[in-house]
């Protein structure tokens, strides 16, 4: 697995959660993770897998398994934290 710095975690994240929240994945709508690596710099596509895992972990983000591979969404419960991760 990659090591991800915190510098960069919290840019990611960032990036990510805001990607989300724009596409209103709230459970019902979610993204794959192809989706979510366009527009983002070659240096950090390999890292953003292990960010998403840890937004899962915090609760944050949520992924459910379809035919294509993991979709992602977000936790409409965590909106606050959402919030403040966007600013």
Known sequence: MVKVKKSEY???????VKKLFD?????KGSLYIETL???IPNEYLDKI????????K??????KKKERGWKYYLNIEKLDKIREIIK
Do not use: D
Not at 10 to 16: A, C, D, Y
Not at 49 to 56: D, F, M, Q, R, T
Not at 58 to 63: E, L, N, R, V
């Open 58 to 63: 915090q609760g944050i983000c949520g992924k």
């Open 49 to 56: 897998e292990p960010v998403l895992e840890a937004l899962v």
């Open 23 to 27: 596409e209103t994945c709230f459970g």
């Open 37 to 39: 690596r366009k527009g």
């Open 10 to 16: 919290i840019k990611l994240s960032k990036t990510l």
